[in-house]
Antibody
Framework: EVQLVESGGGLVQPGGSLRLSCAAS????????MHWVRQAPGKGLVWVSR????????AYAGSVKGRFTISRDNAKNTLYLQMNSLRAEDTAVYYC??????????????WGQGTLVTVSS | QSALTQPASVSGSPGQSITISCTGT?????????VSWYQQHPGKAPKLMIY???KRPSGVSNRFSAFKSGNTASLTISGLQAEDEADYYC???????????FGGGTKLTVL
């Protein structure tokens, strides 16, 4: 069974840091791009970041560029999101998602269950 | 990059059909076949329902269909069932710099 399990969320003060992890199983992790998507309480989905299958290429939403760093350890089948200089507006459930892509299609499937990050003093 | 535009809510009675629109621009929906739709029940992770504009993953009911015309994508759910009550999000690739953009989400209520 293809599965993604996030961890590392919690309460952090403004300006603080947190590292999220996403453990993948049931598929060949190093064949897939991976993404982070977040959802603020009561709000919609927002794409945050992506990383290429071999870790050589990354991209970020403007709202997190320069503060967040996506990385992966293919030997451990794990995706990471290092979040620095956290702000109240970063409060959200963070989902990791597999980029299921072929030549003609690309979509997020599956998704993890999410981990809640709360930035508050 | 602004979110794609979806109606905040739609509703329908069991057995009826509803359509949810998703309006973007020529930089995302209008120029991409990487348009997908996701269903999200309260407290749950999103689930892929439609990919590549109109294709259904295995296991998704054929009551779900979708198409695109110009800068607007649409999701239709026919034969509404109580279990269809959820939030629905469209998503499109928006180029290498912006990457991906989601719609604001539509809450479907089955009356």
């Amino acid at each position: 069974e293809v599965q993604l399990v996030e961890s590392g969320g919690g309460l952090v003060q403004p300006g603080g840091s947190l590292r999220l992890s996403c453990a993948a199983s049931g598929f060949t992790f190093n064949n897939y791009w991976m993404h982070w998507v977040r959802q603020a309480p009561g709000k919609g989905l927002v794409w945050v970041s992506r990383i290429k299958s071999d870790g050589t290429t990354t991209a970020y939403a403007g709202s997190v560029k320069g503060r967040f760093t996506i990385s992966r350890d293919n030997a451990k089948n794990t995706l990471y999101l290092q979040m620095n200089s956290l702000r109240a507006e970063d409060t959200a459930v963070y989902y990791c998602a597999r980029g299921d892509c072929s030549g003609t299609s690309c979509q997020f499937d599956p998704w993890g269950q999410g981990t809640l990050v709360t930035v508050s003093s | 990059q602004s979110a794609l535009t979806q109606p905040a809510s739609v509703s329908g009675s069991p057995g009826q059909s509803i359509t949810i629109s998703c309006t973007g621009t020529s930089s995302d929906v209008g120029s991409s076949n990487f348009v997908s739709w996701y269903q999200q029940h309260p407290g749950k992770a999103p689930k892929l329902m439609i990919y590549e504009v109109s294709k259904r993953p295995s296991g998704v009911s054929n009551r779900f269909s979708a198409f695109k015309s110009g800068n607007t994508a649409s999701l239709t759910i026919s034969g509404l069932q109580a279990e269809d009550e959820a939030d629905y999000y469209c998503c499109s690739y928006a180029g290498s710099s912006t990457s991906w953009v989601f719609g604001g989400g539509t809450k479907l209520t089955v009356l």
